[in-house]
């Protein structure tokens, strides 16, 4: 029986790119399920991507992960595939799979994929997702290949990692940064409950959220029904992480975020009553 493969990429829907790379799947690992975890990653940006999988890979059954958000493609990149305790990860060796494979208990072997016997032939260098990821995905899932047939074993040190900022707990303030930004608006950041336990800020506390030089007035509630139309809040978001919203509107426009912006969280005393 065929393993799932999931398939994450940056090639979007407006192309053919996602389709023929599910029709190289079907050709050579027809009883495989494919499961599609995203394909709006922005172009070319592998944290992005990473974390993406990151997020998804615990979510996800065992079998083969096809990762390509590939700037790269054509250079001297190397193309890897890694088996873990989860199952076979597949793709360009630019730190994409790194925090992936981490999360799932690490590799016991990361292969160079290099036999053209499990490549298609191509005049041009530019959709290895096609060419090289895809095929040697299928083969894995099918059970057709083993890793060691893929190409060379490669030491850990000679894989790309990907170094992912941490955040920073200074006194009474966590400084950590925007790492996403979901289609809703909504801004996931770095810092966990713990950093914020670590200086004294507890849920259903107001917190000061300083974004650039502007400080808001946020609270830490559960829910979006905690407050009030068009009001931020803070919460624990489904991965765990600490993100920004706003009922009914998008935080990343209300409060002038993006992307690795820094923001330093701290408790702010509520004012007594009377």
Same mark, same amino acid.
């Given at each position: 029986?065929?393993? +799932?493969?999931?398939?994450?990429?940056?090639?979007?829907?407006?192309?053919?790119?996602? %389709?023929?790379?599910?029709?190289?799947?079907?050709? @050579?690992?027809?009883?495989?399920?494919?499961?599609?975890?995203?394909?709006?990653?922005? *172009?070319?940006?592998? *944290?992005?991507?990473?974390?993406?999988?990151? *997020?998804?890979?615990?979510?996800?059954?065992?079998?083969?992960?096809?990762?390509?958000?590939?700037?790269?493609?054509?250079?001297?990149?190397?193309?890897?595939?890694?088996?873990?305790? &989860?199952?076979?990860?597949?793709?360009?060796?630019?730190?994409?799979?790194?925090?992936?494979?981490?999360?799932?208990?690490?590799?016991?072997?990361?292969?160079?994929?290099?036999? +053209?016997?499990?490549? #298609?032939?191509?005049?041009?260098?530019?959709?290895?997702?096609?060419?090289?990821?895809?095929?040697?995905?299928?083969?894995?899932?099918?059970? !057709?290949?083993? @890793?060691?047939?893929?190409?060379?074993?490669?030491?850990?040190?000679?894989?790309?990692?990907?170094?992912?900022? @941490?955040?920073?707990?200074?006194?009474?303030?966590?400084?950590?940064?925007? &790492? &996403?930004?979901?289609?809703?608006?909504?801004?996931?950041?770095?810092?966990?409950? /713990?950093?914020?336990?670590?200086?004294? #800020?507890?849920?259903?506390?107001?917190?000061?959220?300083?974004?650039?030089?502007?400080?808001?007035?946020?609270?830490?509630?559960?829910?979006?029904?905690?407050?009030? !139309?068009?009001? +931020?809040?803070?919460?624990?978001?489904?991965? %765990?992480?600490?993100?920004?919203?706003? *009922?009914?509107?998008?935080?990343?426009?209300?409060?002038?975020?993006? /992307?690795?912006?820094?923001?330093?969280?701290?408790?702010?005393?509520?004012?007594?009553?009377?």
């Amino acid at each position: 029986m065929s393993l +799932p493969i999931s398939f994450l990429s940056d090639f979007g829907h407006k192309d053919e790119f996602v %389709g023929v790379v599910h029709g190289v799947l079907a050709k @050579l690992a027809p009883e495989a399920p494919v499961i599609d975890i995203a394909h709006e990653i922005p *172009r070319g940006n592998v *944290r992005a991507g990473a974390l993406a999988l990151t *997020r998804a890979i615990q979510y996800l059954p065992g079998g083969v992960c096809l990762a390509v958000v590939d700037p790269g493609v054509g250079s001297a990149r190397k193309a890897i595939a890694a088996e873990t305790p &989860w199952g076979f990860f597949v793709g360009p060796d630019n730190g994409l799979l790194s925090p992936g494979v981490a999360i799932v208990g690490g590799a016991s072997q990361i292969v160079s994929i290099e036999n +053209p016997e499990s490549m #298609i032939p191509s005049p041009g260098e530019t959709f290895h997702g096609r060419d090289v990821f895809a095929p040697a995905a299928a083969l894995l899932a099918a059970g !057709d290949t083993a @890793l060691g047939d893929l190409g060379p074993a490669l030491a850990d040190d000679e894989v790309t990692p990907l170094l992912l900022p @941490l955040s920073e707990v200074v006194n009474s303030t966590v400084t950590g940064e925007a &790492w &996403w930004v979901d289609v809703y608006g909504n801004v996931q950041t770095n810092v966990s409950p /713990e950093d914020l336990d670590a200086v004294g #800020i507890s849920p259903g506390e107001t917190v000061t959220v300083k974004i650039g030089s502007t400080l808001h007035s946020v609270k830490w509630v559960t829910s979006y029904s905690d407050v009030q !139309d068009d009001e +931020p809040l803070l919460h624990v978001d489904s991965s %765990g992480l600490v993100a920004l919203a706003v *009922r009914g509107g998008r935080a990343v426009d209300t409060l002038s975020l993006a /992307e690795g912006v820094s923001v330093t969280l701290a408790g702010r005393k509520a004012p007594k009553a009377g």
